[in-house]
């Protein structure tokens, strides 16, 4: 896979968990903890494609925070939730586990 579409699937997917996380969940009811991590995902995906001069040195080291922080989402979705799961979580999931893999790729 190319350079290029890995940072388009990072861009997608970072946003659409993003989006969910931080507007379509909190549509109803303001929960914080799904606005603040709707916004890590949009913060960090920024962060990683856009490579701000102030973070160069820490390239690497935000990649594995980003695999981690959406790892820990994906655990703690399990942890505080039981079944049966709605489509909108699946569908978050998915993409989570789909954002690991693209930064994985990307970042080698």
Known sequence: MSEKMLRYGI???GLVTGIIHAVILNLLEL???MLLNGLGFLVL???VLANPSFLAGL???IFYMF???TLVTIVGFFVLNSPPYGPLAIIAKIDEVL???ALWLYKA
Do not use: E, G, P
């Open 67 to 69: 695999m981690a922080y």
């Open 31 to 33: 929960n914080w903890l």
């Open 99 to 101: 954002l690991i893999i």
């Open 59 to 61: 390239r690497k080291t």
């Open 45 to 47: 995906t920024w962060a």
């Open 11 to 13: 861009l997608v997917f």
